[in-house]
């Protein structure tokens, strides 16, 4: 039943590369030495990002009265970590936004649930008062592009044993993938990100965001358990699908992941904060879907 994990490896470079805005402003953005004459510049090559950017600026959430017309005020205004993120989730709306029926997922509903657990890494950074790692936004946005992947070679005997494992069997998503098929969507979701070049913690991030004390173990530079991004992307994935469970009323309810110990014990979350998280993200999240409409 095992799947062809070097044709999974091959299938995981063959989608649609990183837009040139975001790989351009990441490169900008990770220089010690940019300068904001050079994001403007990327910014204005894109002609579907520059209204956007202008939108945003100028919305409720940012207005501060006076009306924002050039790139230079947008990006003063939103701030480049933001506009990063937005380029980011407007570069990747297209892929995301695919029907991925393997997992039962209509069109746009994956694009949804990732934008929900990027939406949560504000909230809980909101919820901390604390700076998260940089990578978290975009690590939670991309987090289940894998899916997209796997899904390509998910034949009905593969699905049928999958669903057995979660219904029956009472296993997580992950561990059915596991046991099934010998691989899961967030290692190839790795491989993803290590093809578009993505920084190395923001690919373990992804890898790891349902193992995450697996992550901190792996991340030399991570002198706290708290600085592993996976922490945030497990927070966000564990939301994202909660918000999600809420709003398909009637529907029959699949087991939830649990909290993993090692996430809770970093962030000092418990079950009660993470209810708390859930019901904030539903309450925002139509509004945030309209930024990138």
Not at 77 to 89: C, D, E, I, K, Q
Not at 90 to 117: F, I, M, P
Not at 223 to 251: F, S, T, Y
């Amino acid at each position: 039943m095992l799947v062809d994990q070097d044709a999974l490896v091959l299938t995981a470079r063959d989608l649609q590369p990183l837009p040139a805005t975001v790989t351009r402003l990441m490169g900008l953005l990770t220089r010690p030495d940019w300068e904001m004459s050079e994001v403007e510049e990327a910014i204005k090559l894109d002609q579907t990002l520059t209204p956007r950017i202008l939108r945003v600026a100028n919305s409720a959430l940012a207005s501060r009265g006076n009306r924002i017309t050039t790139i230079g005020d947008a990006v003063m205004r939103v701030g480049t970590g933001p506009l990063f993120s937005m380029a980011m989730a407007l570069g990747v709306k297209k892929t995301l936004h695919r029907a991925v029926a393997q997992y039962g997922l209509a069109e746009g509903e994956l694009w949804v649930h990732s934008v929900a657990a990027a939406l949560t890494v504000e909230s809980l950074g909101a919820r901390l008062r604390r700076k998260l790692p940089v990578e978290s936004f975009t690590a939670a946005l991309l987090h289940d592009v894998g899916k997209l992947v796997l899904a390509r070679f998910l034949e009905p005997s593969h699905l049928a044993c999958l669903r057995a494992a979660e219904e029956q069997g009472r296993l997580s998503e992950r561990d059915a993938e596991l046991e099934i098929l010998g691989v899961d969507h967030a290692e190839l979701g790795a491989v993803v990100a290590q093809y578009w070049d993505l920084p190395d913690p923001l690919v373990r991030a992804i890898q790891f965001h349902h193992a995450p004390e697996l992550a901190f173990a792996m991340d030399p530079w991570c002198r706290d358990p708290a600085d592993a991004a996976a922490h945030v992307v497990h927070v966000a994935d564990l939301v994202a699908e909660r918000v999600a469970a809420r709003r398909k009323k009637g529907e029959p309810a699949l087991p939830q992941e649990p909290l993993a110990e090692a996430t809770s014990a970093a962030l000092k979350l418990d079950a009660a904060a993470l209810d708390e998280l859930v019901q904030s993200v539903d309450e925002r999240l139509n509004d945030v879907l309209e930024r990138y409409a």
